[in-house]
């Protein structure tokens, strides 16, 4: 089971843009390397110690791909009301 849970953090606009853009590039969520990153740097705790817990590997799936073309209004409308 995969719990996730939704927080506020404040990160440098900077980083922010630079966030945004890897995940562009990368196609993939600014959340999802936000956690790879967090997960990278727990890993690691520095001190030499390897009594530190492995984190659970990071959840995967299929997305399923586009069902609509978002510029095709009737279309959109027809999957929002599930036609």
Request: proline residues 5%; glycine residues 10%; charged residues 30%.
């Amino acid at each position: 089971m995969v719990i996730c849970m939704k927080t506020t953090l404040n990160i440098d606009d900077t980083v922010m843009r630079r966030l945004r853009e890897e995940a562009a590039r990368r196609r993939t969520t600014m959340s999802s390397l936000v956690e790879a990153g967090l997960r990278l740097v727990l890993a690691d705790t520095g001190d030499g110690k390897e009594d530190a817990k492995p984190l659970p590997p990071l959840p995967s799936w299929q997305g399923g791909g586009q069902r609509v073309d978002i510029a095709n209004r009737e279309e959109l409308y027809g999957v929002m009301e599930g036609q």
